[in-house]
């Protein structure tokens, strides 16, 4: 990641060795670099008033993801969006696969900063080219969900101090 990088994607999940939980979580870094590169989401950015976007993304189970968590705070005079996604029911380990749905779960979180910070329309989504090979060295911070009282269970989301927490 370059240094005048004005979005940082963190990447995260609840669940352990699924080869499709890290390919998803590659695409997603994978898409969320090419806008992060794209001229018109920079200066889309531009609108926010604050340099960068720490961007924490966590991929839960569909057990676990019952409901989406998001959290957006302007914090060290930087934006910190963290938000949770489901992992898709596909049984691969590609990542090329999964850049289409990558693309619309960063775009619908993108939207939901877009409201939230009221900022202008979405630009276009770039070309994404194909995943450099070293996306697999990627880092993925994985735990474990805690243990819920079982009146709680049916919950299955990341609670929001939670989901603030999940990168440290």
């Known amino acids: 990641m370059s240094s005048d990088a004005w979005l940082r994607p963190l990447m995260g999940t609840t669940t352990r060795g699924e080869p499709a939980a890290r390919a998803f979580m590659i695409a997603l870094w994978h898409v ?39 959290d957006i705070r302007q914090v060290d005079g930087k934006v910190r969006a963290n938000f949770t996604c489901a992992l898709p029911e596909l049984d691969t380990d590609l990542p090329a696969e999964l850049v289409e749905l990558a693309t619309a779960e960063l775009t619908a979180m993108f939207g939901v900063i877009r409201v939230a910070m009221r900022m202008p329309e979405l630009p276009p989504t770039p070309p994404l080219p ?13 735990k474990s969900l805690p243990s819920l009282p079982r009146e709680l269970e ?6 929001l101090s939670e989901i603030q927490e999940f990168f440290g």
């Open 154 to 159: 049916q919950q299955g989301y990341l609670t």
């Open 32 to 70: 969320a670099r090419v806008l992060d590169a794209d001229p018109g989401w920079h200066a889309w950015w531009q609108h926010s008033g604050v340099p960068t976007c720490e961007l924490g993304i966590v991929a839960e189970g569909s057990l676990d993801h019952l409901r989406p968590t998001a």
């Open 130 to 142: 194909e995943i450099p090979a070293n996306a697999r060295d990627l880092e993925v911070t994985t």
